[in-house]
């Protein structure tokens, strides 16, 4: 069974930037497409950024132009570069399969973007 782990995030003021990563384990990891989700506090977890197989993406409308999504599949590893921060981003960022999860939901990493 595949396990994800998150890493990278932290707190950053607005317009700052930070990277995301999503170590996987598991040799199905390069078959799956992956999901970088979030959830705020009292919201529910929204689908942020997804990259197939083979390198194709899509964004939710709100990050598009800010957020980058990439893998290595060498590494297995998925990547959520972040620029232009609003407070608006602060959430736990998780990673899992797209659209279906693959594996149990870890706890994820922490964002918070200052005003």
């Known amino acids: 069974q595949v396990q994800l782990v998150e890493s990278g995030g932290g707190l950053v003021q607005a317009g700052g930037s930070l990277r995301l990563s999503c170590a996987a384990s598991?040799?199905?990891?390069?078959?799956?497409?992956i999901g970088w989700y979030r959830q705020a506090p009292g919201k529910q977890r929204e689908l942020v950024a997804a990259i197939s197989n083979n390198g194709v993406t899509n964004y939710v409308d709100s990050v598009k132009g800010r957020f980058t999504i990439s893998r290595d599949n060498v590494k297995n590893t998925v990547y959520l570069q972040m620029h232009s921060l609003k407070p608006e981003d602060t959430a736990v960022y998780y990673c899992n399969g797209w659209p279906i999860a693959i594996t149990h939901w870890g706890q994820g990493t922490q964002v918070t973007v200052s005003s």
């Open positions: 598991g040799s199905t990891f390069r078959v799956n497409a």
